[in-house]
């Protein structure tokens, strides 16, 4: 669809807008209701009818196919002709300022019209109606009461503002419930690509590549973390490829290491974490940084499960001397922890001990630690204690993927004897995704 510039389309896109909205649908709403009405096997998705939507409803683009016209007169209830009849622009006197101009062009002002007001307030209506019954609040009708100012901030865009949101989420994914982010992010991860799409100066897109790394890294974990594999592969692609183009470094080590991190935790083959995990620390180059150590927390793992003892405590003090440098010592003691407990080293208290002083209750990495407490105990045959931890840890809330693998170490360590008891059968039946 070309867009044009014929003085009437502005017009028509606020009726068919202000339509859609006095009856409370969203652009997609609006368009599944046009599919309806279309008798027609090849007709595009709802998604793609959508996107025609808002080119229509911003007057760039004439409706010329009949179908699409016809449904939306039988959408709407609303006779055709009535529907798409021209605005009657009166001729303008001789002196105005729309003198010598186009028969029914339309004048852009700074005064919102009728429409406009008409339109803000029952956008409005539509939030206030949305938060009272607790429902997510409608992205359409926050972008008609920002119409306004959004005209008036033009292309500006505030990429620390939206670097305080990385931050925000990388806050919130360790105290929320696993998953309950996902929208949220999708939500935001969207916006930041609605901005990209614009012409912005290098500084600023390299500063908003930034924030759309640090977001898609963040949701492919969350994907990651509810079991959605193929969503989790799609983000994380996007988010390499958003923090090599952004030029960031740090940011660039930091992807590829949580995507290492979260493969350690998967059924992704091995191999596929440790390559992550290498080509993070190759790109940090030495310079320390919090993805070098997530990614010599992964080597230390991946080397304490194929019984690389001593490959593990190279990895650990590696990390150790990265944390000794940014700080981060409640995520050093969690993975020596964790580590100590594979390998049967007795380090593994003390670090647990550690560790669990630095956590807060409610946490996801409290929980990590929990079951690494669990673990330990059936290692070290207190295997009632052990399998009474762990079903109270996992009875607490979801868990995130790390924790349904620690599980599995639990279950994989149970003697014969003991897989059959009730504490066991139970602890299988909760973490079945396992």
């Not at 991946?302 to 440098?325: K, S």
């Amino acid at each position: 669809m070309a867009k044009e510039t014929s003085p009437e389309l502005p017009a028509l896109g606020r009726r068919l807008r202000a339509e859609r909205e006095r009856r409370g649908w969203g652009r997609r709403t609006m368009a599944r209701h046009l599919l309806d009405h279309i008798d027609d096997r090849q007709k595009p998705s709802h998604v793609t009818v959508a996107g025609y939507i808002k080119n229509w409803e911003a007057g760039e683009v004439r409706i010329t196919d009949p179908r699409y016209r016809a449904a939306y007169a039988a959408a709407l209830g609303i006779p055709e002709d009535e529907l798409f009849a021209l605005p009657n622009v009166p001729v303008s006197p001789p002196g105005t300022a729309m003198e010598g101009l186009p028969p029914g062009t339309v004048m852009e002002s700074h005064t919102p019209g009728l429409w406009d007001d008409e339109m803000r307030r029952r956008a409005v209506l539509e939030l206030l109606a949305a938060v009272t019954a607790g429902q997510a609040v409608p992205s359409d009708a926050l972008e008609t009461i920002f119409t306004g100012v959004e005209r008036v901030l033009g292309a500006r865009t505030d990429v620390d503002e939206w670097e305080r949101v990385v931050a925000e989420y990388d806050h919130l994914v360790s105290v929320r419930p696993v998953g309950s982010l996902i929208n949220d992010m999708a939500t935001d991860v969207a916006a930041v690509g609605r901005i990209l799409d614009r012409p912005l100066p290098p500084a600023v897109s390299a500063g908003m590549l930034r924030v759309s790394a640090g977001l898609s890294g963040l949701l492919a974990a969350q994907f990651e973390d509810v079991g959605q594999r193929q969503a989790a592969r799609m983000t994380w692609s996007m988010a390499r490829r958003a923090a090599d183009a952004s030029g960031d470094r740090a940011l660039r080590v930091w992807v590829r290491s949580k995507e290492a991190s979260m493969a350690r935790w998967s059924d992704r083959p091995p191999a596929v974490a440790a390559e992550l995990a290498d080509e993070a620390v190759h790109i940090a180059g030495g310079t320390p940084c919090r993805g070098l150590a997530q990614a010599h927390a992964v080597q230390a793992s991946l080397a304490a499960r194929r019984g690389d003892v001593a490959g593990a405590n190279e990895a650990l003090q590696a990390l150790e001397e990265v944390t000794e440098q940014g700080g981060g010592q409640r995520y050093l003691h969690l993975n020596e922890a964790y580590v100590h407990t594979l390998t049967h080293d007795r380090r593994a208290g003390a670090a647990l001990s550690r560790a669990l002083d630095l956590s807060r209750p409610g946490t996801v990495g409290r929980k990590e630690l929990d079951l690494i407490q669990a673990m330990g105990l059936v290692r070290e045959r207190e295997i009632n204690a052990g399998l009474q931890h762990a079903l109270t840890t996992v009875q607490g809330g979801p868990l995130p993927a790390s924790g349904f693998h620690i599980v599995g170490h639990i279950l994989h360590d149970l003697p014969p004897s003991a897989r059959t008891l009730p504490a066991a059968r139970e602890l299988r039946a909760l973490t079945a995704a396992v």
